[in-house]
């Protein structure tokens, strides 16, 4: 497998300190003392700061003092300043690398614990949506704009209910932890609303009421619910977010649109908005439905067009879902050429046919209950 870039940088990184002395040092001896090379060692120890500990930093800088020493010596600059002064840079760079060494290591163990943390808490906010629920197997995958992150505005869950198989798909207005905070809102009342409420409507009200309790400013959340139950339809509640795709056994694929979009969560009570008017698809045996997040779709290449996300459903083939979810956001990735700008959600579910036993699902999910 071909190196990443950040691989081959690093590389380049860790060589580089002894190609610059290995330089500095033929320099030195082909021009002679007069082009006055001998300070130039001390690049050594300052590329060296740049990756590693601060071992590798004083390993070098002592190569380096060797190197200086040495060749000050063969061109007799000891009986001038020259000489000594080229000493004093070299020792003064090599602990200044030294130190840049040791604040960079304790910045990397702060962010190696802040990422643990990141982790946790996607663990309790996130956490896995069930192999199987009801007649539905399940996929999901996730992708932080934020580098450092594994978690950030977007949110989905799956909960199997008496009602039918329930489903959110989400995004949070901003970015950061306050995005995170209102995530963890809507899901924590999404989870017990769903086993609750007979119908969507009553689940989309519990949900306005909770995001209006902890939203101010004009702050918002898009989201879509998706209700599938045993008579071959899903049943979706839009509140101003993309509209999900369905994979028709054929391979096409159809967005379908309510016949008005709600205002998003935490706008409506606000406005005075009628109730949202829930709205069904068919949706039977051997179909999938994909819901995500705008990341996907507004996610731009170098020439700035959009992801062509009903043109890439034939990705979505491939036997296992999990699979198939991952070639699509692998596809995604190379589409931006780079990081994406927003949170990138999507969660696949698959119509494989009657629902399963209460026993088999356990099997599926390893002992665990299928209602996630």
């Given at each position: ?145 934020v580098a450092e992150a ?28 306050a995005a995170v905070e ?191």
């Amino acid at each position: 497998m071909a190196a990443t870039k950040p691989q081959r940088s690093l590389s380049v990184l860790t060589w580089l300190p002894a190609a610059v002395m290995a330089v500095v040092a033929v320099g030195d001896l082909v021009t002679g003392p007069g082009i006055g090379f001998l300070p130039l060692a001390s690049l050594g120890p300052a590329f060296a700061g740049l990756v590693g500990g601060w071992r590798r930093t004083a390993w070098f800088g002592a190569a380096a003092l060797a190197l200086c020493v040495g060749l000050g010596l063969y061109d007799g600059l000891f009986q001038e300043r020259r000489g000594f002064l080229a000493m004093v840079s070299v020792v003064g760079v090599t602990g200044a690398g030294i130190a840049a060494a040791v604040m960079r290591g304790r910045r990397e163990a702060e962010l190696a614990s802040v990422r643990s943390i990141a982790e946790v808490a996607q663990r309790v906010l996130l956490r896995p949506v069930p192999l199987t629920a009801g007649p539905l197997q399940a996929a999901v995958s996730y992708t932080s704009a934020v580098a450092e992150a594994r978690i950030g505005g977007d949110l989905y869950e799956v909960v199997a209910s008496p009602h039918g198989v329930r489903v959110i798909v989400g995004d949070v207005q901003g970015k950061g932890l306050a995005a995170v905070e209102t995530a963890a809102v809507v899901l924590g009342a999404f989870r017990e609303a769903a086993h609750d409420e007979p119908d969507l409507v009553g689940l989309g009200e519990r949900l306005e009421r909770s995001v209006s309790r902890v939203l101010s400013d004009e702050k918002f959340v898009t989201a879509v619910l998706a209700e599938i139950g045993t008579d071959h339809e899903v049943i979706f509640l839009n509140y101003g977010h993309p509209p999900p795709m369905v994979v028709r056994r054929n391979g096409t694929a159809d967005f379908p649109a309510p016949p008005a979009y709600a205002p998003p969560l935490g706008l409506g009570g606000a406005h005075g908005s009628e109730t949202p008017k829930p709205f069904s698809v068919r949706f039977a045996p051997g179909e999938q439905l994909l819901l995500y997040t705008d990341g996907v779709t507004e996610a731009r290449d170098e020439e700035g067009t959009f992801y062509p996300l009903g043109e890439r459903a034939h990705l979505l083939k491939e036997p296992d879902a999990q699979s198939a979810l991952d070639s699509l956001r692998e596809d995604l990735v190379r589409h931006t050429a780079g990081p994406l700008h927003d949170d990138a959600a999507m969660l696949l579910l698959r119509y494989h046919g009657h629902a399963e036993t209460t026993e088999t699902a356990r099997q599926t999910t390893g002992g665990a209950s299928p209602l996630g």
